[in-house]
């Protein structure tokens, strides 16, 4: 039973509820607040810690690959594929100037490894027109560019060829939640963790919310930032989880290059972070069985992401050792198009990132967050 006191105070009517705690949640009320202090905010997550992806990835703020950008114009058209291209180099740039040295932002720029010569090829092919596509979001003629050196230098096996960008960079994903937090709490947002909402109700001049524990919220807008949880409240959206496994190994002497590499079309990703590789994928071995939102590892994920580790990123240290595994669960839709808009004035939502939500949060959540402040 609650006293009179906490409902008082923290059961009070909100004039936003955000429903999960992850990067668009927190990006979300920060330009909430930013562009209307005095709106009244609380952020409800379901576990001590934001679970989901937002800190169980690898860290990067991707712009997107050579092989990815192509994949998604065939996907959606060079309008659309380039409208998601500069909110993702928008996001990022945001995360530089909004947190940059608290959060290790590093602009070390990434690099898709090549190990099928024909896909290079077909690749490489495209890249002139790529470049002239991309030249109006990035400002620069070369964005993509071949790279000679890398693979010998860095002593990668298996590569032969290596295609680089300069606006990819790598965070700490968990420094980038926690300054984003503190932020927050400065800003006089309730955030609410270990409360796991199981449905709401829109009723005449509000928004309640139930939660597991028994607790109700009110609010006069809702939006939900659950991304791969969100069918749990919302079964009719599109999107389907997707679970990402990562491990990082041990502190590795001599580890003389930086930066993000992808390979494979995204679905292997690997970087150096304090002379540890941290190395995560290979979702596209078994997709029936990764298109889950349950967190687990499972033997041939593992298995692959230590063969190609030995073999092809660090061949020379085969007897370093694994320190930590563990998975995240993205969510992704056939169209690889997010979703974050409001459904009506009552309700919102900022989900569906398809593996970019690092680099689309900041972009995507300011907008939703003029949106919302223009129907309260």
Not at 7 to 25: E, P, R, T
Not at 32 to 42: D, F, N, R, S, V
Not at 217 to 232: D, G, M, P, V, Y
Not at 297 to 311: A, D, H, P, R
Request: net charge negative; with cysteine; proline share 2%.
């Amino acid at each position: 039973m609650l006293s009179f006191w906490e409902k008082d105070v923290f059961l009070k009517k909100y004039d936003v509820i955000i429903i999960g705690a992850g990067f668009s949640g927190l990006w979300l009320a920060y330009f909430l607040k930013k562009y209307q202090p005095k709106i009244e905010i609380a952020i409800l997550e379901a576990g001590t810690l934001p679970t989901g992806a937002s800190t169980k990835n690898a860290g990067f703020s991707c712009f997107g690959s050579p092989s990815e950008l192509l994949e998604n114009i065939e996907v959606m058209g060079i309008d659309h594929a380039m409208f998601w291209s500069e909110k993702r180099y928008k996001g990022i740039n945001m995360i530089r100037q909004c947190f940059g040295s608290e959060v290790e932002f590093d602009d070390c720029g990434g690099t898709e490894l090549f190990d099928d010569k024909i896909l290079f090829e077909e690749t490489k092919e495209q890249l002139s027109t790529l470049n002239h596509s991309i030249k109006s979001i990035v400002g620069n003629d070369n964005h993509f560019f071949l790279d000679e050196h890398i693979i010998q230098n860095a002593g990668f096996s298996g590569f032969q060829y290596a295609i680089k960008n300069s606006v990819e960079g790598s965070i700490h994903s968990g420094k980038l939640i926690n300054i984003m937090t503190e932020t927050l709490h400065a800003m006089k947002v309730r955030i609410f963790n270990g409360v796991k909402v199981q449905r709401f109700d829109n009723e005449l001049d509000s928004m309640k919310v139930y939660a597991e524990n028994g607790l109700i919220f009110e609010a006069r807008h809702l939006s939900i930032t659950t991304n791969a949880f969100t069918k749990q409240l919302l079964p009719e959206v599109d999107l389907y989880p997707g679970r990402g496994q990562v491990l990082i190994t041990e502190p590795i002497e001599g580890l003389n290059w930086r930066g993000t590499f992808h390979f494979d079309k995204g679905y292997y990703y690997f970087r150096n972070y304090r002379n540890r590789i941290l190395f995560g994928g290979g979702r596209n071995l078994d997709f029936k069985t990764e298109n889950t939102d349950e967190f687990a590892l499972t033997e041939l994920v593992q298995n692959k992401l230590e063969q190609l580790l030995y073999e092809n990123i660090i061949p020379e240290h085969k007897n370093i050792r694994i320190d930590q595994r563990w998975s995240g669960i993205m969510a992704f839709d056939e169209t690889k198009t997010p979703l974050s808009k409001c459904l009506n004035n009552r309700l919102s939502l900022s989900v569906r990132m398809n593996g970019m939500g690092v680099a689309l949060a900041p972009t995507l959540s300011e907008s939703l967050a003029n949106e919302i402040l223009t129907i309260l």
